[in-house]
């Protein structure tokens, strides 16, 4: 459904991909994850043709994105990042709009959007600038999808909305992708991966990893700990200092700690946080999580 081979882009002196190669089947939930910067908006522009590479090829269904480009735009769905669609138009007359250019109505492709539409349709005369985020996303979500594309390309859809209203839409999206319709997602939300059928882990415009989330998971071969006191600040720079560590990084209300030569030496731990002067130390075994991995293959050396 979708092939990359070796796809190169650079801006000025910044290489923003570096040989990027990845299939996505048909039907599948591909996610690309990585912090900001790490060069996904530009991939997913050359996928959906609004910005060529420097070299390598992309096609989709069988489509070149640089012969083809005016047959791809017609079986792919996006949704960019920012909202835009328009401020100034109702939820309806958005919808309406991007149904025209497409060369179909809503009535006709209804069916694929009832479930998302159905939540805003009650605010259906509401300017689209006057939504909540999680409207707004819901809305643009329709609009991409009402000429229905075999392909439905995200770019960060998650960003800036609460909890709940990710949650759903990550829902919405496991529905959709029940109609075969490929999904290509990004996000920087590490805890969104295990959400995709297969993902691509990615830095600084390089692919660190592809593989099922949990695959991924299992190849982290390091014993992990999670540590914490009083002053986790202090803390993180100690541990930083600490003379066995081998990575430490501040998750939530814990450190993740890996030891050199793979220890996982509670005893000797407790002893140089005691002697630190430390209080209300906690100290036990985990198992890892995507973030972690991703860390680790970044190098991840007391950061």
């Not at 989709?60 to 909202?83: A, C, H, Q, T």
């Amino acid at each position: 459904m979708l092939k990359v081979q070796n796809i190169n882009k650079s801006y000025a002196d910044v290489k923003a991909l570096k040989d990027i190669s990845f299939n996505v089947s048909k039907g599948e939930l591909f996610g690309f994850i990585g912090p900001d910067g790490a060069g996904k908006t530009t991939l997913l522009r050359i996928i959906t043709t609004l910005l060529l590479a420097d070299d390598g090829s992309a096609k989709v269904n069988g489509y070149d994105v640089v012969k083809d480009y005016l047959k791809i735009r017609k079986i792919v769905g996006y949704m960019p990042g920012k909202f835009s669609l328009y401020q100034d138009l109702t939820v309806l007359e958005n919808l309406e709009f991007f149904a025209t250019v497409f060369g179909t109505s809503i009535d006709e492709n209804y069916d694929l959007i009832k479930d998302i539409y159905s939540q805003i349709e009650p605010f259906k005369h509401r300017r689209a600038g006057k939504l909540s985020g999680g409207m707004k996303q819901k809305l643009a979500l329709s609009c991409a999808l009402i000429h229905k594309p075999k392909v439905l390309i995200l770019d960060e859809p998650t960003t800036g909305v609460d909890a709940v209203s990710r949650m759903e839409f990550w829902d919405m999206l496991k529905n959709i992708q029940k109609k075969d319709i490929s999904i290509l997602v990004s996000t920087p939300y590490m805890d969104e991966a295990s959400l995709c059928d297969r993902v691509a882990l990615i830095q600084k415009g390089e692919l660190m990893s592809i593989d099922t989330p949990q695959n991924i998971i299992k190849l982290f071969n390091k014993n992990l700990l999670a540590v914490r006191a009083d002053n986790m600040y202090k803390l993180l720079l100690d541990l930083r200092n600490f003379e066995h560590t081998d990575s430490v990084f501040l998750f939530g209300q814990y450190l993740h700690l890996t030891m050199k030569n793979n220890l996982s030496d509670k005893k000797l731990l407790n002893n140089y946080l005691a002697n630190k002067k430390y209080s209300n130390i906690e100290i036990f075994d985990i198992e890892p999580n995507i973030e972690d991995c991703f860390m680790d293959l970044m190098g991840g050396v007391k950061n």
